[in-house]
């Protein structure tokens, strides 16, 4: 599975739109981008994922450039409940059941 | 909506002793997997079960040993506990699906002492 590269930490101000970046160069073309957050010792929550066309939901957008070896995850107006460690997860499921492996995320910060 | 429910919430053990820990996927959900987070690390992932058969296997102990039942839920048993094995223990359910995300529980946290 491709190696992923996130900031460590990050902040942004509650209301402003939260720009998390991953980069991941070495993926490839049947490999998934998936998004997660950790909230502090809560079990980690599903937030997007794609393979190379942007997708939107509810919490965030993604984007992913037209060579897909970065993305970026934008939580439109972030509040301080988007406090949390967000894992960005590059992994070709195999059959739909290939356990997710994380790595180092980035902490944002939502400041008041 | 239904989630991933864990059992129990907390445990504390003293060293060498044995734990259960308990995990019911969301209904309908065929794949459990198991993850392990130590005191300021990032989940690991330990092992996982598709339509009750072992799938995929990471670093998990060999004190510990895991099943999916035919109600599809899980257990993981750990034996001859060491200290080290303070975490916070997470399961995780997905439909055995391409792509299909999973979802985790609120993990169960293990206190060896």
């Known amino acids: 599975d491709a190696k992923t590269t996130q900031p460590p930490s990050m902040d942004c101000a509650e209301g402003r739109a939260a720009n998390l970046p991953c980069n991941h160069s070495t993926i490839s073309g049947n490999e998934y981008v998936y998004w997660y957050r950790q909230i502090h010792s809560q079990g980690p929550q599903y937030i997007i994922h794609g393979l190379k066309n942007n997708e939107t939901n509810e919490m965030a957008s993604l984007i992913i450039t037209e060579d897909r070896k970065s993305s970026t995850l934008i939580l439109p107006h972030a509040t301080l409940r988007d406090t949390a460690v967000y894992y960005c997860?590059?992994?070709?499921?195999?059959?739909?059941?290939?356990?997710?492996?994380f790595g180092k995320g980035t902490r944002l910060s939502v400041i008041a | 909506a239904a989630g991933v429910i864990q059992s129990p919430r907390h445990l504390i053990k003293e060293k060498r002793e044995t734990a259960t820990l308990k995990c019911y996927p969301i209904p309908r959900h065929d794949t459990v997997y198991w993850y392990q987070q130590g005191p300021g690390q990032d989940p690991q992932f330990l092992i996982s079960f598709y339509e009750k058969m072992q799938s995929d296997k990471g670093s998990i102990p060999d004190r510990f040993s895991a099943q999916q039942f035919s109600d599809y839920h899980s257990e993981l048993n750990m034996s001859s506990l060491e200290l080290g094995d303070s975490a916070l223990y997470f399961c995780?359910?997905?439909?055995?699906?391409?792509?299909?995300?999973?979802?985790f529980g609120n993990g169960t946290r293990l206190t060896v002492t």
């Open positions: 995780a359910s997905s439909l055995g699906q391409n792509n299909s995300p999973l979802h």
């Open positions: 997860i590059v992994i070709v499921r195999r059959g739909g059941n290939t356990p997710l492996v």
